[in-house]
């Protein structure tokens, strides 16, 4: 399989496991377990799993299938999840604040563009960075893993915590 091919396997899994997470916690009848790593509520928050945790999957099976000896992936999928997370967080609020409204259409494409950027971001500072730490990609992920559920069972009363109005 060729690089292109890998690259767009991968951003089409986190993308689709996305879309799968935003409904996964109504389909499962509001099942609280599934609600920790799914979206419970149109929160901007809340949209930041559906890029976290697919990517966070992906990134479990490439340790164990293509990037073992790569000690510069760890860290340089963390900074891309980290990047992608932003990019939501930013380009959404700038967005609605320049249009004045929240439209669904483009916060999918928010949400596409996010995915895709994360990637990007990998793919450049897995290129250009050397000796990143691996045990501080680790602590990161495992941070925001917590995070996800303290905020989940007991968000903060702020705007990003909030749900979005549609």
């Known amino acids: 399989m060729n690089n292109r091919t890998r690259i767009i396997i991968r ?4 993308v689709l496991f996305g879309v799968f997470l935003h409904f ?6 509001e099942n609280p ?8 509520i149109e929160s901007i928050w809340e949209h930041l799993k559906l890029l976290f945790f ?7 099976w490439d340790l164990f299938t293509n990037y073992r000896n790569n ?3 760890l860290p340089a999928r ?6 992608g997370m932003a990019f939501i967080v930013v380009v959404y609020y700038t967005v609605t604040g320049v249009i004045g409204m929240n439209i669904a259409w483009v916060n999918i494409l928010i949400y596409l563009l996010s995915v895709a950027y994360a990637f990007w971001i990998e793919r450049k500072v897995c290129v250009k960075c050397r000796n990143l730490s691996i045990t501080w990609a680790i602590i990161i992920l ?3 893993i917590i995070l996800f559920i303290i905020f989940t069972i007991a968000p903060p009363t702020l705007g990003i915590f909030l749900p979005i109005a549609a």
């Open 11 to 14: 951003y089409l899994f986190v």
């Open 24 to 29: 996964a916690y109504e389909l499962s009848g």
């Open 33 to 40: 377990i599934v609600g920790l790593f799914a979206l419970v």
């Open 54 to 60: 697919p990517m966070l999957l992906l990134t479990i």
């Open 71 to 73: 000690l510069n992936f």
């Open 78 to 83: 963390t900074i891309g999840i980290l990047a």
């Open 142 to 144: 495992v941070l925001f």
